[in-house]
């Protein structure tokens, strides 16, 4: 069943949430695209824990994690607001599986549309450069590279979809 687009108001942005379901019209089979029907019965659905927020400490670890991370593999964003703390929030949590950290970060760069797809599942994006990353011991890696790192596997990817298209704005 396909969902009504609807405008939501977040940190004075206005953003239009969409659905997977929109995402044939970029070429991909509908039946490919999560979460529901296939990833989650209604009784499982109902059954999804309700995520707890990232204590203070463990976030700021994350964002500063992040930033040294950017820096790694942009050296000339050193000492720019790319990288500095006070200017990286993480902007969604999507739990926590084998110790490792599921966020999407608002560092804010733009850039466009995309999406990813691992294990047949799809997370699709709408922009700003923003992707769902996950945090390992002070690591920071892309989905893609997490689960071939075996560090999450498809049974987290599914939670992790569900978390993203649930509570993204």
């Given at each position: 069943?396909k969902k009504?687009?609807k ?88 739990g926590?599986?084998?110790?490792c ?27 700003g ?32 979809a ?8």
């Amino acid at each position: 069943m396909k969902k009504e687009n609807k405008v939501s108001v977040n940190n004075n942005q206005e953003t239009k949430e969409g659905t997977a379901k929109e995402a044939p019209e970029q070429g991909i089979p509908e039946e490919k695209i999560n979460p529901e029907p296939e990833l989650l019965s209604g009784e499982e659905e109902k059954n999804k824990p309700e995520l707890e927020r990232l204590s203070g400490e463990m976030e700021r670890q994350i964002r500063e994690d992040y930033c040294n991370h950017k820096i790694k593999l942009w050296p000339f964003m050193a000492n720019t607001d790319d990288t500095n703390i006070a200017y990286v929030f993480i902007d969604g949590y999507f739990g926590t599986y084998n110790n490792c950290i599921a966020v999407i970060f608002d560092d804010g760069q733009w850039a466009m549309p995309k999406q990813d797809i691992v294990e047949g599942i799809v997370f699709g994006y709408t922009g700003g450069g923003r992707t769902i990353k996950i945090w390992d011991e002070g690591n920071i890696y892309e989905l893609l590279e997490a689960f071939d790192k075996g560090l999450i596997n498809k049974e987290d990817l599914e939670n992790i979809a569900y978390y993203w298209n649930t509570t993204r704005h």
